[in-house]
């Protein structure tokens, strides 16, 4: 290979690694800077939007800062069991997530679910903080009406994470966890393995550090097929070994889907 042939291959060689590394700087800076926007996928409503579910509900607009206001929907059931503060995924609104909810209402069980910041009809800042210290004033609201060992927090997915926090700080009578992670982290980093995701991210939510210091019965549902949190992050919390958790597979269940499969329902029944 002649001289001058070499140097052009290494200049194409310089050339393709800094436009790799212009890349790998530019996808990082949207890690960081759009961040809210992939781990949050809010649907909003219009003030005057009409609910309407199959079973009794209030509608609430709960001001839980100088700068926000919480919408949610409480339903009432005719002969409750107790009451369950329920935390939603990451994407919608209350017009979904109501009645996804409605399940457990038709077990006999009163119903307390919020929208986040952003979400529906809530307004102000997000923040990780911002959304323990709302879902913290949910319980304090339910704390009027039930004493706590008729509460259970219900947390799915993104609000498994906020569950879990409530858990640690008070005494409710049990936590339930649907495709939980382990911490926001460690499934970022599952899927940005190339990525410093632990100095870019803003949201950590540590579900791990959160459920040993939960005094109540923990149980936890994941699918194996789970594609938007892994079944590894997870089956992480059983490593934890506590004494209190119960970790229920669901074998081939997906994210969205764990309510298909007859082993979701018997599970649900036989911890209500």
């Known amino acids: 290979m002649s001289f001058t042939r070499q ?10 690694i800094i436009v790799l590394f212009g890349l790998y700087v530019m996808i990082g800076s949207a890690l960081y800077f759009f961040q809210e926007k992939l781990l949050f996928l809010p649907t909003t409503l219009k003030q005057d939007y009409q609910y309407q579910f199959n079973n009794n509900f209030e509608e609430l607009f709960l001001k839980t800062d100088k700068d926000a206001t919480i919408n949610a929907l409480y339903f009432k059931a005719k002969n409750p ?12 609104d209350l017009s979904r997530w109501g009645t996804i909810t409605e399940y457990f209402v038709e077990m006999n069980y009163d119903v307390l679910v919020m929208d986040y910041r952003t979400y529906g009809k809530s307004v102000g800042k997000l923040s990780e903080q911002a959304l323990y210290n709302d879902a913290q004033f949910c319980y304090n609201y339910l704390l009027k009406k039930y004493s706590e060992t008729e509460i259970t927090l219900y947390g799915r997915s993104l609000g498994t994470g906020i569950a879990s926090y409530l858990a640690s700080k008070n005494k409710p009578k049990q936590l339930i966890l649907e495709t939980p992670y382990y911490s926001i982290l460690d499934v970022a980093e599952h899927r940005f393995p190339m990525f410093p995701v632990k100095k870019l991210l803003k949201y950590n939510f540590p579900t791990y550090k959160y459920l040993p210091k939960a005094n109540c019965l923990i149980s936890i549902i994941h699918g194996t097929d789970d594609s938007v949190v892994p079944y590894s992050s997870g089956k992480k919390l059983s490593d934890l070994k506590l004494q209190n958790l119960d970790f229920i597979t669901v074998k081939g269940g997906d994210h969205n889907n764990l309510i298909e499969f007859e082993e979701y329902h018997q599970t649900i029944k036989t911890i209500l």
């Open 81 to 92: 069991k107790g009451v369950i503060l329920y935390f939603h995924g990451n994407a919608g």
């Open 7 to 16: 140097k052009n291959l290494k200049k194409r060689l310089r050339k393709f």
